[in-house]
């Protein structure tokens, strides 16, 4: 007898078959991957950590080492406070691209770093309660419950008092002036005036509501824009995702800035050392840094905008009249 192959149709309906097998099956098979991968890189990432505080053990035993806050650098290494030299991580494994550690007493307490294009964070318990946040994308705020709903109709019922004022009285600075006047919640409601706000954003923070304690910034802020009221904090803690930081009034002890960051100000703070990453672009320093001896930025003088500078009084620092960016308490570290 002669051997009789596969006929056309046979073949196609075995095909047919292998690629429904493999549509069904490459969604798993992927998703095994990527957990693996994701696996092998938290475990690069604790070895990492356990790396780091081994090595800052031996260096305090040898060399007195005790930074507060230290950068990764792209090779793994870091770069700690003021200490120009890298501090060399022996470990196994895949290294970090970048990032920020922050320690206490040796131990790691908040890090926020880059292994293999993905970023890995530990982050401290946040009291949401100590923030007042404002939300930027809906605008005409009555108070962080409300918003207008009807600008046209909030302009009618407030032309009833003074035709003056009514666009005041319904913008975002001034709404809140409407209920002052008489114009009661409720009424507002439903005249359709104002709207339940269905979600509070939690992008910008304007106001502490703790103090005496160290702050620490919800992971996911994008901005603070604060002016406290002069009730002392001890040390700021911010969280990657922060772009903007201008806090005015705190009296704030210390602050860790990590990468991110692009605007930078402050005032009436009782910081001696601040550390800037190199993603920062301007900054601003002014009313009263009471003890403002050194800033080190990783960056290069030409990338980076500073409109002002204050120093703690009659320091060297202060004195100095050249340049702004050739002050010698500013340590460029590129």
Same mark, same amino acid.
Do not use: H, W
């Given at each position: 007898m002669k051997n009789k192959g596969f006929t056309l149709v046979e073949l196609l309906a075995v095909i047919i078959i292998l690629a429904v097998v493999?549509?069904?099956?490459?969604? /798993?098979?992927?998703? *095994?991957?990527?957990? +693996?991968?994701? =696996? !092998?890189?938290?475990? %690069?990432?604790?070895?990492?950590?356990? !790396?780091?505080?081994?090595?800052?053990?031996?260096? $305090?035993?040898?060399? $007195?080492?005790?930074? $507060?806050?230290?950068?990764?650098?792209?090779?793994?290494?870091?770069?700690?406070?003021?200490?120009?030299e890298e501090i060399k991580i022996e470990v196994d494994g895949a290294r970090p691209e970048s990032g920020l550690i922050n320690f206490d007493n040796g131990k790691v307490v908040y890090y926020d770093? *880059?292994?293999?294009?993905?970023?890995? *964070? &530990?982050?401290?318990? /946040?009291?949401?309660?100590?923030?007042?946040?404002?939300?930027?994308?809906?605008?005409? &705020?009555?108070?962080?419950?409300?918003?207008? !709903?009807?600008?046209?109709?909030?302009?009618?019922?407030?032309? *009833?008092? +003074?035709?003056? +004022?009514? /666009?005041?009285?319904? +913008? %975002?600075?001034? %709404?809140?002036?409407?209920?002052?006047?008489?114009?009661?919640? =409720?009424?507002?409601?439903e005249d359709g005036i104002i709207k339940e706000k269905k979600e509070l954003s939690k992008d910008t923070i304007y106001n502490f509501k703790c103090f005496n304690q160290d702050i620490i910034i919800p992971y996911g802020t994008k901005t603070v824009n604060a002016v406290t009221d002069g009730t002392p904090v001890k040390k700021v803690i911010l969280p990657s995702t922060v772009t903007y930081f201008n806090l005015y009034g705190s009296y704030m002890t210390d602050v860790i800035v990590p990468n991110g960051v692009k605007t930078f100000m402050m005032g009436v703070t009782n910081v001696e050392k601040l550390i800037l990453p190199s993603s920062i672009e301007t900054l601003e320093l002014s009313g009263n840094n009471y003890n403002l001896t050194s800033i080190t930025i990783k960056n290069s003088k030409e990338n980076v905008t500073i409109n002002s500078l204050d120093w703690k009084e009659g320091s060297e620092c202060a004195k100095w009249t050249g340049d702004i960016k050739d002050n010698p308490c500013i340590h460029w570290v590129y």
């Open positions: 493999i549509m069904i099956l490459a969604p /798993t098979v992927l998703k *095994t991957i990527n957990k +693996s991968r994701s =696996e !092998a890189n938290e475990i %690069s990432v604790n070895n990492y950590i356990k !790396a780091v505080e081994q090595k800052y053990f031996e260096e $305090n035993l040898e060399n $007195n080492f005790e930074p $507060n806050v230290c950068y990764v650098e792209s090779n793994g290494n870091l770069l700690c406070d003021d200490i120009k770093i *880059t292994l293999n294009e993905k970023q890995y *964070t &530990q982050f401290p318990y /946040t009291d949401y309660s100590c923030f007042e946040y404002v939300d930027y994308y809906q605008p005409n &705020q009555i108070n962080e419950y409300y918003e207008i !709903a009807d600008y046209n109709k909030c302009i009618e019922k407030a032309n *009833t008092f +003074s035709s003056d +004022s009514a /666009t005041i009285m319904c +913008s %975002s600075a001034g %709404s809140l002036v409407m209920e002052v006047l008489g114009f009661t919640i =409720e009424d507002l409601l």
